[in-house]
C-alpha cells in the first residue's frame, strides 16, 4: 500500500529504504507531484464555512488530481474540520481513496487536528515513517528530490505550531547524515513570529540553512497563495481546499514538477480568487 492505511491499495509504487521511502519506478529527472493542504474535511457533508463545503471542494479537488495522474500526492496538515474526530478522518479516507489508489499519498498533522486519532484511523506504521518519539514525521525519498513531512501539531484547536526539540534534534541529525539529494520539508505552520505560527521557526532555519540541499519549505495553515524566499530558502505557502479566509485568495491545490535544479508550481482553484487560476510559477533552487 502506499503511504497511507487504505484497504486494498497496491504498493507497487514505493519500496522501503533505509532514510524512507524510495521509488521503485525508473530514475526520472522530474517528479510530478499534487500539493494539497488545509482539507477541513467534517464528517457531516453539509458542513458550510464562508459558503464553502469542504467535502465537496475535497471531490472536485480529488477528481482533477486523478485526471493529472500524479507520481504523488500529499497534504499539508489541518486533515480535519476543526478537533480530529474520528467521524471525520474516515469521511477523509472515504474522499481520498481515489488518489490513494492510483499514487502514493502522504499526510501530515496541523493544528485542527489529533495525532492519535488520525493514527488510529489510517496507522501507525506507515511507510517512510521516521523513529520521532510523539511525532508523526514521514520520507518520501524520489529520484529527483526528497521531501521531509514534519510535525508541528502542538494540540488539537490550539492555533500555534511547534516542531519541539525532540524532532528538531532528528531533523538535524537527518539532515547531517543523508546525501546531497535537493531536498523539500513540507510542515503545517507558517515559518513568521505571528501569534498562530510556528514558535521555533528561528531553531528549524538554523537547522536548515547551512545545508545546501534544503530548497524549499512548503506550509499551509494561513489560508494564503504565495511565495517567499529566506536565506535562500523558498517559501511555498500552499492554498486551502476547505475554504478561504478573506475573497482574495483562491481555494483548490497546486500541481508541481520537481527537479533537482527547481519546481514549476501551477495553482488549480475550484473557488475563491481565480485571478492566477492555471498559471505557473518557476522557481530556481539556491546552489
Excluded at 524510495?22 to 464562508?50: C, E, G, V
Excluded at 514549476?264 to 546552489?287: A, C, D, M, P, Y
Amino acid at each position: 500500500m502506499p503511504l497511507i492505511s487504505l484497504p486494498g491499495i497496491s504498493r507497487r509504487a514505493f519500496t522501503l529504504a533505509p532514510l524512507g521511502i524510495m521509488m521503485s519506478r525508473a530514475a526520472s529527472s522530474t517528479q510530478h507531484w499534487a500539493l494539497l493542504s488545509d482539507t477541513h474535511i467534517p464528517a457531516n457533508a453539509d458542513d458550510a464555512y464562508r459558503g464553502f463545503k469542504p467535502v465537496e471542494n475535497l471531490k472536485q479537488v480529488v477528481q482533477q488530481v486523478v485526471a493529472a495522474k500524479p507520481e504523488g500526492a500529499l497534504i499539508c496538515g489541518d486533515l480535519a474540520r476543526l478537533e480530529g474526530l474520528m467521524p471525520d478522518y474516515a469521511q477523509l479516507k472515504s474522499l481520498v481513496a481515489p488518489i490513494a489508489v492510483q499514487s502514493p499519498l502522504a499526510m501530515t498533522l496541523g493544528n485542527h487536528d489529533d495525532r492519535k486519532n488520525f493514527l488510529a484511523s489510517f496507522g501507525g506504521a506507515q511507510q517512510g515513517k521516521q523513529s520521532v518519539q510523539g511525532k508523526h514525521v514521514i520520507v518520501i525519498d524520489g529520484p529527483a528530490v526528497r521531501i521531509v513531512m514534519l510535525d508541528s501539531l502542538l494540540q488539537a484547536n490550539v492555533t500555534p505550531g511547534q516542531l519541539g526539540k525532540t524532532q528538531r534534534t532528528w531533523l538535524s541529525e537527518y539532515l547531517k547524515n543523508s546525501d546531497k539529494k535537493p531536498t523539500l520539508i513540507v510542515v503545517h505552520h507558517p515559518l513568521d513570529d505571528g501569534d498562530g505560527s510556528l514558535t521555533d521557526f528561528e531553531y528549524l532555519f538554523q537547522i536548515v540553512k547551512p545545508h545546501k540541499k534544503v530548497k524549499a519549505i512548503l506550509y499551509g495553515h494561513t489560508h494564503v497563495y504565495q511565495y517567499g524566499v529566506a536565506d535562500g530558502i523558498h517559501l511555498v505557502n500552499l492554498p486551502a481546499i476547505g475554504y478561504n479566509f478573506t475573497d482574495s485568495q483562491p481555494v483548490g491545490w497546486v500541481e508541481s514538477k520537481l527537479s533537482a535544479e527547481g519546481g514549476e508550481f501551477t495553482l488549480h482553484s475550484i473557488g475563491g480568487n481565480q485571478e492566477k487560476n492555471g498559471k505557473t510559477v518557476s522557481l530556481k533552487w539556491r546552489g
